[in-house]
């Protein structure tokens, strides 16, 4: 091999992005018993192997986790992604300077470095969202609908600023609660649904194209009329879960 082969391939080599591992057995990761019991509590409900294939997430990739709440899908997506990838667990400054303690639950996952080491807190307005890297994937999980209720919300601008964030190719995955057809946004204040057409026209005028839907945690029996929070619904909402993707 001359010199200047060698030279070649060593640019090519340079220039090829890293090969992402297979996807790995998402019932494993799920089954993992260092989980917390709380988490464990929830996957009847949320059926989280399911969410991790409809998100196709596997090693190496960098995954945004936004408004991750209290962790559950931060801390799937860390043992998904594994050594070499990353995980962004984003919240605005809106919310932490309402709520402070809003997002202790991930800093004290992101702190526990020999275990979830690929977890890094990220904090910005919600104008000026964006991540330290481009992502893989972005995620958020019932709380798209929240979106649309602050003073002065635009949520396609927020939209254009995850298409931003993600690499071509990328996916923006959205899981939230169902709102009857025909009722657009206006039940994202009063009963925290939004009907999933009014995601797609949002997230397409972005400049997404919308790819598949995933029905793992529709309730046909859910009137969609009541508040998702009360007592006699929580956990049984009619849910949908939307993927878009960045064009190439």
């Given at each position: 091999m001359t010199a200047r082969t060698a030279s070649m391939i060593l640019l090519l080599a340079l220039a090829t992005p890293a090969v992402?591992?297979?996807?790995?057995?998402?019932?494993?990761?799920?089954?993992?018993?260092?989980?917390?019991?709380s988490d464990r509590?929830?996957?009847?409900?949320?059926?989280?192997?399911e969410m991790l294939a409809f998100a196709q997430v596997k090693p190496g990739m960098i995954v945004a986790d936004l408004l991750p709440?209290?962790?559950?899908?931060?801390?799937?997506?860390?043992?998904?992604?594994?050594?070499?990838?990353?995980?962004?667990?984003?919240?605005?400054d809106e919310l932490v300077q309402r709520a402070p303690k809003a997002m202790d639950a991930?800093?004290?996952?992101?702190a526990d470095k020999p275990a979830h080491g690929n977890v890094e807190v990220v904090s910005t307005p919600m104008a000026k969202f964006s991540l330290?890297?481009?992502?893989?994937?972005?995620?958020?999980?019932?709380?798209?609908h929240d979106f649309y209720n602050s003073p002065g919300a635009d949520p396609v601008a927020f939209n254009k600023r995850v298409f931003a964030a993600l690499k071509p190719g990328g996916e923006y995955l959205i899981l939230d609660h169902s709102?009857?057809?025909?009722?657009?946004?206006?039940?994202?204040k009063d009963l925290h649904r939004i009907d999933p057409a009014a995601v797609k026209r949002d997230v397409e005028a972005a400049g997404f194209k919308f790819e598949a839907e995933d029905r793992a945690l529709a309730n046909p029996d859910d009137p969609k009329t009541g508040k998702?929070?009360?007592?006699?619904?929580?956990?049984h909402t009619d849910q949908f879960v939307l993927r878009f993707r960045k064009p190439r």
């Amino acid at each position: 091999m001359t010199a200047r082969t060698a030279s070649m391939i060593l640019l090519l080599a340079l220039a090829t992005p890293a090969v992402q591992g297979a996807a790995p057995s998402y019932a494993k990761i799920v089954a993992d018993p260092g989980r917390p019991g709380s988490d464990r509590e929830q996957d009847g409900a949320r059926k989280p192997a399911e969410m991790l294939a409809f998100a196709q997430v596997k090693p190496g990739m960098i995954v945004a986790d936004l408004l991750p709440g209290g962790g559950y899908f931060t801390r799937l997506f860390s043992d998904a992604v594994g050594a070499k990838g990353k995980v962004y667990a984003w919240g605005p400054d809106e919310l932490v300077q309402r709520a402070p303690k809003a997002m202790d639950a991930v800093k004290a996952l992101a702190a526990d470095k020999p275990a979830h080491g690929n977890v890094e807190v990220v904090s910005t307005p919600m104008a000026k969202f964006s991540l330290p890297k481009l992502a893989d994937a972005v995620w958020t999980s019932r709380n798209y609908h929240d979106f649309y209720n602050s003073p002065g919300a635009d949520p396609v601008a927020f939209n254009k600023r995850v298409f931003a964030a993600l690499k071509p190719g990328g996916e923006y995955l959205i899981l939230d609660h169902s709102g009857a057809a025909g009722t657009g946004t206006t039940q994202t204040k009063d009963l925290h649904r939004i009907d999933p057409a009014a995601v797609k026209r949002d997230v397409e005028a972005a400049g997404f194209k919308f790819e598949a839907e995933d029905r793992a945690l529709a309730n046909p029996d859910d009137p969609k009329t009541g508040k998702v929070f009360d007592p006699a619904l929580r956990g049984h909402t009619d849910q949908f879960v939307l993927r878009f993707r960045k064009p190439r």
